[in-house]
């Protein structure tokens, strides 16, 4: 959802286009297209800790960034959705498949 707002703060989308995606995916929620999934936190947060090392220093990629993809990889995603560009080029390099909207 911060994501999202975040977008909007910077003008990457518009309000509208920021309100009718927060819409979309409570709707996809509660019609089960998709669903909240519980995540191993200590494991999860070793993993962040690893891509950090390995990565931050070459991409310059934020906290929240690497643990959203950690948390991605955690999760058996195939796919990851960013609006922001270092978490984009984090998500590549660990061939997570990228949809930028």
Not at 17 to 44: N, Q, V
Not at 96 to 101: A, E, V
Request: aromatic share 2%.
């Amino acid at each position: 959802m911060n994501s999202i707002a975040l977008a909007v703060s910077r003008g990457d989308i518009s309000s509208e286009e920021g309100e009718g995606t927060l819409a979309d995916i409570e709707s996809d929620l509660k019609a089960g297209h998709l669903h909240m999934a519980d995540l191993l936190w200590r494991k999860g947060l070793e993993l962040a800790a690893d891509l950090s090392r390995q990565h931050t220093p070459k991409l310059g990629t934020r906290t929240l960034d690497v643990l959203h993809v950690a948390s991605a990889l955690m999760l058996g995603c195939k796919s990851f959705v960013t609006y922001d560009e270092r978490q984009a080029a984090l998500a590549k390099v660990v061939r997570l498949r990228l949809i930028q909207p």
